[in-house]
């Protein structure tokens, strides 16, 4: 078993690896401390962040890619591995949720040879089931009573070690802790912390447990199990919405800086550059770049080793392009920023101190511009991952091979017209898209509150 | 005013070069013609001189830049940039790749864009204000606590779902409305009001939320308070001063997306078969079609540049104490 790095993977590690040195960093410095320690004070942030989290959790599992043997040619993540049921356990084609027999009727030799429509039942789905007419439900009933005791047992055992530690922390004995955690009078909200967990934690081991038999969102038009679709489509949507705004960041923050700081024609120069660049619609744009790309990989189909790599490929290169349609709202935000920040008492002091350029913007403009810059990654990332959704629809998104809820949704389009109505890819793909951006907008809202100096006269 | 228009259309020309350049180089450099006739072909081994036939009936068999075996102005003129990307700053668009004369399509499918993106903008426009108003109206209550509550909830909601869910209840289930399709004329009222409706509830999350805070911002200023000082009506002070006075920032940024109104949207048109320039762009990136592409490409940045002059027109008109000279 070796491991295989995509360049994707690299990057969201390097993006995970700079948020928590970033994190080190900030909670020194207290004009980047104060804004976060508003947030994770709203009960609201900590909920919201405790669901993004559970998603990151898997993209960042499923973004460990393995090749199981040295000459296999399929790539798998550990994700992948860990819920190996999930993913080899097709089916012949449609089946809905929780069902035991396909959906449509097919024609079976009985014993006696003769011939028979039936639906048949499913090679997987309740397969364990003797009689499913009578047993099936009193058997989901019982396998998810057995999941939801184990997310309580486990959800206790987190919560007593987060009150263990809480209490050690704050030096209080435990009871004194559990009973302010209890009645909500901690400085963070561990009760909606906790409540959300809980959630989570139930739901989580329920669906763990009525997978093992069932699929419990159906399955698609070859068989494949939706729920396992959609919790692969968490890492594309994650990538996207995380990787634009980091490939974009160098840029837009270099020009946008020494354009509102330089002035004069470096000024002229980088605003011409935006201007050009944001009056091309960034539909056409995208699909531009992506047909470009298509007939470049179609010519050149040699030089990708396997389809998961081309695959990845092409998403670096959607967040590339994305992130250029995008980075212009970023440089003109900071640019006028910069041009505030440069007639600053202090910035004018060093300057006629003859501090030099370079030792200026790195000193006293870029630390503060930076919450400026978080707020936008806050911000854009919930439309990035709508976005997603809506280039995967009309061809120019991700990869047709590459799990994502676009293509869920895209494959899925003509479904409703069926008969009888195949509902259930839409309705995970847009569901766990829905949590998703949800969490994150609220999260957003109470990022932008915590940094805008407006609201702090407010409070 | 003359002078100032004349001044902004004179510097919006080098945008438009650079847009030109950019296009060029992305369709035309990065790939050569030979790549793009191959990907047309669809052959991976297509023999040279099936290569060569698309490229002249297409127009691709100039050289990029410079003709050199041509004479006179045509070494200039004779390439392919002449020809394809300069052209279109006199809206020359061409022929597309499968044969049809763009400029002409581009002309007939612009009003049934038109038809969907106006009244969606208008009736947008109307239900945002005023349930922005009616929040505000309960500010500071529980009422206005929930209401932003459902405003984030429906901003969160893919608006591929607010097109497929509208369709399948409306036209399938409840059978109030075709599903798809376009008429000309009057008749075409039943195949717009779908559409229209969608686009209208699928913008009340993001609408009504910007709305919302343009009010809250003016409520909060000096000449508001002194108005309530005085005793005036709680009604009065809303309507006469809070929003005539927010409605600057509304309208000023509904005129910047005027023009691009003509451009459809992508999503709607094609779902709703609506023969629109949304749905037109979205065919030719399904056709890998880069004439037109190319073409929307242009005609979207030139509708973009004349909604920025646009904007700042109309801030002069709503706000006297700006100057067009200064600006």
Redesign the interface.
Known sequence: MTLVILTTDALLFLLVIGIISFGIYAARREHLRAPWRHVVRSSIAVAALIICSSYLIIGLLDSIHLRTSPTATQVVSVFDLWCDSLRTRDEKTYSAPFATHALAKETVMQADGTVMRVYPRLQYGGAHLIDPVHDRNSDILRTALLGMIQGLFAWTLVVLAVIQLFAWHSRQPFNTALTAVWRGDTDIPWRTAFITCAALFIVGFISAELSQHYHILGTDKVGGDVFYQSLKGIRTGLVIGTLTTLVMLPAAIVLGIMAGYFRGWVDDVIQ?LY???????G???I???I??L???M??H?EDFNSLVERADLRLLFLCLILGITSWTGLCRLLRGETLKLRQADYVQAALSLGVRHSTILSRHILPNVLPLVMITLVLDF?GLV?AE??LS????GVDPTMHSWGNM?NSA?LE??REPIVWWS?TAA?LF??IL??AA??FA?VVRDAFDPRMSNRR | MTAYLIRRIWQALPILIGVNVLTFMLFFVLNSPDDMARMQLGDKRVTQTAIDNWKAEHGYHLPLLYNASASGIETVTDTIFFQKSAKLFVFDFGLSDSGRDIGYDISQRLWPSFAIAAPSLVIGLMVNISLALLIVLFRATVIDLMSVAVLVVLLSISGLFYIIAGQFVMGKLLHLVPISGYDTGLNAIKFLVLPILIGVVAGIGSGVRLYRTFFLEEIERDYVRTARAKGVHEWVVLFRHVFRNALIPILTGVVAILPLLFMGALLTESFFGIPGLGSYTLDAINRQDFAIVRSMVFLGAVLYIVGLILTDISYTIADPRIRLANS
Not at chain 1, 275 to 281: H, V
Not at chain 1, 393 to 396: A, R
């Open positions: 011409y201007t050009t660049l944001s009056s091309i619609p539909v056409l744009l699909a531009a770049a047909l470009m298509q007939t470049y179609t010519n189909a919930s709508l959704a809506v629809y009309v061809n120019i949704i389009r409703l017209a839409l847009f898209m829905f951006v949800l907008n609220l809202d």
